[in-house]
């Protein structure tokens, strides 16, 4: 099993970036990215399900969006727009399969004000 983000970088505030996770090994029932801000605790930001369902914490409604791509290799992005300073942070992949769970390296985002 191995997971492979991409897409971090340092953006102004008021842009966007697309954060990208690639995962193979398995076939995963929920997918999903956590961040962690410095000094805070990790926390969800985004998950979406095999069929595609998807759920947002309250303050990623609207600016960011969840997606997955299906297969062998498996694929999952967050589009983020409206970047605040507050979106700073480590944001990591993780995947749900029958038997266990999965975290990526993650992949460093910093908002300037």
């Known amino acids: 099993l191995q997971l492979v983000e991409s897409g971090g970088g340092l953006v102004q505030a008021g842009g966007s970036l697309k954060l990208s996770c690639v995962a193979s090994?398995?076939?995963?029932?929920?997918m999903g990215w956590y961040r962690q801000a410095p000094g805070k605790e990790r926390e969800l930001v985004a998950t979406?399900?095999?069929?595609?369902?998807?759920?947002y914490e309250v303050f990623a409604k609207d600016r960011f969006t969840i997606s997955r791509v299906n297969g062998r290799t498996s694929k999952i992005y967050l589009q983020m727009n409206s970047l605040k300073a507050d979106d700073t942070g480590v944001y990591f992949c993780?995947?749900?399969?029958?038997?266990?769970?999965?975290w990526g390296q993650g992949t460093e985002v910093t908002v300037s004000s």
């Open positions: 993780n995947v749900k399969y029958p038997s266990g769970m999965a």
């Open positions: 090994g398995r076939i995963f029932s929920i």
């Open positions: 979406i399900g095999f069929d595609g369902d998807t759920k």
